[in-house]
Structure formats: structure tokens, C-alpha cells
């Protein structure tokens, strides 16, 4: 296990890519951002694309953000709305146990101006998905994955509005092959490729999940996506990604509201405040992968010059692998399972090449794949 020479991102990370000076792609793209890139050239493709799919007809909506009420989806609709005229629809996938600063934070962004759909599954399907995509690929938001992807498309393609637009391109933030870095545009095969951790829906059915009560879930055929003309576009690849100026105009422009402590695994105050179990998610990949969702931030950090790699390095040490315990009973009720069956299913993830017991039982990470 190495680490980037820039910032602190390791080699275990799914689909990152060193190159010969150990850099690794996320770090050599943002250079291309920082330099690289016309980004007035690419606001003018924007706005052309926003103008080819502008709807002409006033009952019909613009465009489907969706929405989780975050920072970045807040600073995406506001930039729609008020710097480029459009008149979108949200659109939420609920989550299982949102917190009571995320409904906050997704009213505040409803504020802003726009209609707005939460599409809410099955409670005791979803439970299911849940507790399998935890059991199965160690990761419980894999419903969460799917649906915010799915579903907004199902909608666009119900009220016959073909233009989407996400918010970042994940692979040109966090790394990833260079077919996916420099797109605009996701798909069918990107959800399958890289929002549903190597793990199919119809690996999910079985005798208590039948596909039938699957439809949430269930990405239209080629035939409606076709019908209806359907694009969806990443917004990142046409401005300039950067979480800290959303998170100002998100505090100065809406209601918005930061967490008053950081949620365990992170230091910062202002990602990650509307789902309660997000925390498990990045406790498994940390067991997975070596690296928590504080590598992730302090190495985005890194790259946008606000730490050196020397802090990254001291945060990681102190925050990654950080067990979420505040909700720790309440995700042990909604899964159904004792603390035994919790720490077998995340023991059968443990990577063996990262970490080893120590004499007290716990996992640690062996000597020689510490950050130094």
C-alpha cells in the first residue's frame, strides 16, 4: 500500500491510477483544472447545452436536478435557477434516516425557488437492501446508490424532460480511468461501472427481495431513454468543481445550516449532515481499502492549496478509522442484527494485506503501511 506523493491518497482506492513520479490521477487532473482547462470556453458549452434543452412548454419543467439537500446540490440549483435561468425540478431519493439537520437543509433548498419530488421506496423493501448490500459488498448505502441514480431518471422519463444535470464527475474529483475523468455526461453503464460497488441489481433478488418490488431501483430500458432523448450532464465538467465556494454560497444565499461537530471519521462540519449512517459506509471502506472519508477530504484539500500534504497526514492519522458509534444502536435495530453479527459481517471484509489484530483483538494496520 503506497500513498500519492502530493496528497494522501493510497493506491487501494477503486480505480486510481499513479504515474511514474507517484502522483496519482486525482491530483494530475486538478492540475489540469487549475491550468489546463478554458473554463470560460466551457461555460458557453453550458449554456448552450441549457439552452438546446430549455423547455418551450410551460408546463413542462427544464430540467431534473436531483437533490439531496447538501452544500453541492444546494449550490446547484441555486446556480441554475439565478445565474443561468432555469426553471428545474428536484428531485430526492429519501434516505433511509435522515437527520434532522438534512430535512433543514433540503427545506432550505426548496427555498430557493423550485418544485421539488421525494420519492420515498418501499420502507420494508429498502430495510432489506440495506441489510444486504451491507452483508453482501459491505456497503448498507448500496439502496442509496442505486436510487439516486434511478430514480431521477425514471422521473425524467415520466414527465418527458431529457435534460439531467448532477452535480460533480466523481472520477475527475477522486480519480479514476481516463475514458470517465474527462465526460460530461453519466449513463447506464457509469451507474453499473461505478455507483453500485461491483454489485448488479439482479444479484439482489432472491426469495425475500423479488424483482417486482424492485422498480425503484430499475434503470429504464434503451427504448424510453431513447424516447425521450434523455442527456444527463455533470455540471462539474462545465464549472470549475470546488466544495468550499458551494458550501459560501449555500451559507450566504440560502438558509443553510453546518453541523455544530464534525460526524465521526472527519473533521469538517459541513459534509455528510443528512443521512444518519453514512458513517458505516465509510467505517467498511475503510476495512475494505485502507482509507476513510478523511483521506478523501483532506486530499481534496490538498489539491486546492488549503493543506499542506504534512496536515493531510496528521488528519488522516487522527480521523480515518474512527467507528461511528452515535448511531451505532440505531443502525443495529434497522438492520436487525446483535453487535456479534455486526462485527462478523465487517471482519469478512477486512483486508488482510492493511490490517492485522493486535493483542486485544482489534484491527490495526500494520507497520509498514502507515502514512509516514
Same mark, same amino acid.
Given at each position: 500500500?503506497?500513498?500519492?506523493?502530493?496528497?494522501?491518497?493510497?493506491?487501494?482506492?477503486?480505480?486510481?491510477?499513479?504515474?511514474?513520479?507517484?502522483?496519482?490521477?486525482?491530483?494530475?487532473?486538478?492540475?489540469?483544472?487549475?491550468?489546463?482547462?478554458?473554463?470560460?470556453?466551457?461555460?458557453?458549452?453550458?449554456?448552450?447545452?441549457?439552452?438546446?434543452?430549455?423547455?418551450?412548454?410551460?408546463?413542462?419543467?427544464?430540467?431534473?436536478?436531483?437533490?439531496?439537500?447538501?452544500?453541492?446540490?444546494?449550490?446547484?440549483?441555486?446556480?441554475?435557477?439565478?445565474?443561468?435561468?432555469? /426553471?428545474?425540478?428536484?428531485?430526492?431519493?429519501?434516505?433511509?434516516? @435522515?437527520?434532522?439537520?438534512? =430535512?433543514?437543509?433540503?427545506?432550505?433548498?426548496? %427555498?430557493?425557488?423550485?418544485?421539488?419530488?421525494?420519492?420515498?421506496?418501499?420502507?420494508?423493501?429498502?430495510?432489506?437492501?440495506?441489510?444486504?448490500?451491507?452483508?453482501?459488498?459491505?456497503?448498507?448505502?448500496?439502496?442509496?446508490?442505486?436510487? @439516486?441514480?434511478?430514480?431521477?431518471? =425514471?422521473?425524467?422519463?415520466?414527465? /418527458?424532460?431529457?435534460?439531467?444535470?448532477?452535480?460533480?464527475?466523481?472520477?475527475?474529483?477522486?480519480?479514476?480511468?481516463?475514458?470517465?475523468?474527462?465526460?460530461?455526461?453519466?449513463?447506464?453503464?457509469?451507474?453499473?461501472?461505478?455507483?453500485?460497488?461491483?454489485?448488479?441489481?439482479?444479484?439482489?433478488?432472491? $426469495?425475500?427481495?423479488?424483482?417486482?418490488?424492485?422498480?425503484?431501483?430499475?434503470?429504464?430500458?434503451?427504448?424510453?431513454?431513447?424516447?425521450?432523448?434523455?442527456?444527463?450532464?455533470?455540471?462539474?465538467?462545465?464549472?470549475?468543481?470546488?466544495?468550499?465556494?458551494?458550501?459560501?454560497? +449555500?451559507?450566504?444565499?440560502?438558509?443553510?445550516?453546518?453541523?455544530?461537530?464534525?460526524?465521526?471519521?472527519?473533521?469538517?462540519?459541513?459534509? /455528510?449532515?443528512?443521512?444518519?449512517?453514512?458513517?458505516?459506509?465509510?467505517?467498511?471502506?475503510?476495512?475494505?481499502?485502507?482509507?476513510?472519508?478523511?483521506?478523501?477530504?483532506?486530499?481534496?484539500?490538498?489539491?486546492?492549496?488549503?493543506?499542506?500534504? +504534512?496536515?493531510?497526514?496528521? @488528519?488522516?492519522?487522527?480521523?480515518?478509522?474512527?467507528?461511528?458509534?452515535?448511531?451505532?444502536?440505531?443502525?443495529?435495530?434497522?438492520?436487525?442484527?446483535?453487535?456479534?453479527?455486526?462485527?462478523?459481517?465487517?471482519?469478512?471484509?477486512?483486508?488482510?494485506?492493511?490490517?492485522?489484530?493486535?493483542? %486485544? $483483538?482489534?484491527?490495526?494496520?500494520?507497520?509498514?503501511?502507515?502514512?509516514?
Amino acid at each position: 500500500m503506497r500513498y500519492c506523493n502530493r496528497c494522501v491518497t493510497p493506491d487501494t482506492r477503486p480505480h486510481i491510477v499513479f504515474n511514474e513520479e507517484g502522483v496519482c490521477d486525482a491530483c494530475i487532473t486538478s492540475n489540469k483544472k487549475n491550468e489546463g482547462i478554458d473554463w470560460d470556453t466551457r461555460r458557453k458549452k453550458l449554456e448552450e447545452v441549457l439552452d438546446k434543452y430549455r423547455s418551450k412548454e410551460p408546463s413542462r419543467h427544464d430540467c431534473i436536478v436531483p437533490v439531496s439537500g447538501g452544500k453541492d446540490s444546494t449550490y446547484q440549483v441555486y446556480t441554475l435557477r439565478n445565474e443561468f435561468n432555469m /426553471n428545474p425540478l428536484a428531485v430526492t431519493f429519501a434516505q433511509c434516516s @435522515i437527520t434532522e439537520l438534512g =430535512q433543514h437543509n433540503l427545506q432550505s433548498l426548496k %427555498d430557493i425557488g423550485v418544485d421539488h419530488i421525494l420519492y420515498t421506496p418501499n420502507p420494508r423493501i429498502y430495510r432489506k437492501l440495506f441489510k444486504e448490500g451491507f452483508v453482501r459488498v459491505g456497503d448498507p448505502c448500496w439502496a442509496c446508490h442505486a436510487g @439516486i441514480h434511478t430514480t431521477p431518471i =425514471q422521473i425524467a422519463v415520466k414527465f /418527458n424532460i431529457p435534460l439531467l444535470v448532477y452535480g460533480e464527475n466523481s472520477q475527475m474529483e477522486y480519480g479514476g480511468p481516463a475514458d470517465s475523468r474527462d465526460i460530461s455526461t453519466t449513463d447506464r453503464r457509469w451507474l453499473e461501472e461505478y455507483g453500485l460497488s461491483g454489485n448488479r441489481l439482479d444479484s439482489m433478488v432472491n $426469495g425475500d427481495i423479488p424483482l417486482c418490488e424492485l422498480k425503484p431501483y430499475i434503470y429504464p430500458s434503451d427504448q424510453e431513454i431513447k424516447r425521450v432523448g434523455i442527456t444527463a450532464i455533470a455540471l462539474g465538467y462545465y464549472i470549475k468543481w470546488d466544495a468550499r465556494k458551494h458550501l459560501d454560497i +449555500a451559507l450566504t444565499k440560502t438558509n443553510f445550516k453546518q453541523s455544530e461537530e464534525p460526524y465521526e471519521g472527519s473533521w469538517l462540519t459541513y459534509e /455528510n449532515l443528512d443521512g444518519k449512517f453514512v458513517g458505516f459506509h465509510d467505517y467498511t471502506m475503510y476495512l475494505k481499502y485502507g482509507f476513510g472519508r478523511a483521506t478523501t477530504q483532506a486530499s481534496i484539500d490538498v489539491r486546492n492549496d488549503r493543506l499542506t500534504r +504534512a496536515e493531510a497526514v496528521e @488528519i488522516v492519522k487522527k480521523y480515518d478509522g474512527i467507528f461511528p458509534q452515535k448511531y451505532f444502536k440505531e443502525f443495529l435495530d434497522f438492520v436487525e442484527m446483535d453487535e456479534e453479527e455486526f462485527w462478523e459481517v465487517c471482519d469478512s471484509f477486512v483486508n488482510k494485506k492493511i490490517f492485522e489484530r493486535d493483542k %486485544d $483483538g482489534k484491527w490495526i494496520k500494520k507497520m509498514e503501511f502507515r502514512i509516514s
